[in-house]
């Protein structure tokens, strides 16, 4: 099945391959971002904390084979649109909404993991008074946070004229770091709520 972004560029399959199963053992925890989160959110969803989903991409169908008549195979399709953030939810009452970005720096995370559409649906988010946060994993440092999106507009509102990338002491004092568990492994809404309760 043949995938094209908007500007005709092929689509990488491999890029979204399933992740090898982690053992249980630190030194792999944390190979996989996204799939970390998504087991997060399935832990969530069991013990009644949250309802948080990871948002689909819409995709533009164009044509489809019909091997047999019970049977319909997708032969190429388009991305429809650029997606907004990761992931999206309700957590105590509360309309949630953030993306997750994975980073190789050591002192900074840079602004460029970010795109624009992203920014602009997290301020919309901001104003309708949404929670909107982005989770960071430093993979060298193995370490993961999670910052307001406040900050990241900060940033990204000056990049024209000041630097690139927010620096990872910025984000270590005005996150709040995820810490290390086992069912979840990367419990990132302790992180919100010690935002949350220095917001208060």
Partial sequence: MAFNYPNGRRFDASAFAKPVAKSSSQSNRGMSLEGDLNDA????LVSGQAVIHKKPTPIQIVN????ARSAAKITEAYFRQASTTDYNGVYHGRYID???????????????NVHEHQIKHLKQVVASEGLAFMIIRFTTLRET???????LFDY?????????????????AQGAQVPLGI??????????????????
């Fill in 41 to 44: 959110n399935q832990f969530y």
């Fill in 64 to 67: 489809v084979s019909y091997p």
């Fill in 98 to 112: 953030f993306d997750a970005k994975e980073t190789t720096n050591k002192r900074s995370f840079p602004l460029k």
């Fill in 145 to 151: 946070y999670v910052i307001w999106a406040q900050l």
């Fill in 156 to 172: 990204w509102d000056a990049q024209e004229t000041a630097r690139k990338s927010i620096p990872y002491d910025v984000i270590v």
């Fill in 183 to 200: 069912n979840p492994t990367t419990p990132y809404l302790v992180a919100v709520d010690e935002l949350l309760n220095q917001r208060n």
